[in-house]
């Protein structure tokens, strides 16, 4: 599976974004996916994760209410709908996706080293 993300840009505190995460390959309705982020001189931290087949749902305690994360399995995309950002949401956003089914686990969706499929980061700036 090879993951293609897009949608950042610079916008204003409590403006809105939409990322995609465009897959290729088949299957893509078998695998978990999730939106990383990094910030400069920071780890990079989880954010949201969806199951498979959709029905599952995580969300990092730092964007519960402002972000949604949804897919398309017909499109073989997924997204996140970022809402009433804010400066500290400012970094590089990145998908990843990993072949296991079933709903999502805590412990192990937020852990980068779980996904084996990565794409490359999209910036978002938030500006104040």
């Known amino acids: 599976v090879q993951l293609q993300a897009s949608g950042g840009g610079l916008v204003q505190v409590g403006g809105s974004l939409r990322l995609s995460c465009a897959a ?44 949604t994360i949804s897919r398309d399995n017909a499109k073989n995309t997924v997204y ?29 969706v937020a852990d980068t080293t779980v996904y084996d499929y990565w794409g490359q980061g999209t910036q978002v700036t938030v500006s104040s």
Do not use: H, N
């Open 24 to 67: 290729s390959g088949r299957a893509f309705w078998r695998y978990a996916a999730g939106w990383f982020r990094q910030a400069p001189g920071k780890e990079r931290e989880f954010v949201a994760a969806i199951s498979g087949g959709g029905g599952s749902t995580y969300y990092a305690d730092s964007v519960k209410g402002r972000f």
């Open 80 to 108: 996140v709908q970022m809402s009433s950002l804010k400066p500290e949401d400012t970094a590089v956003y990145y998908c990843a996706a990993d072949a296991r089914q079933g709903p999502l686990e805590t412990k192990w």
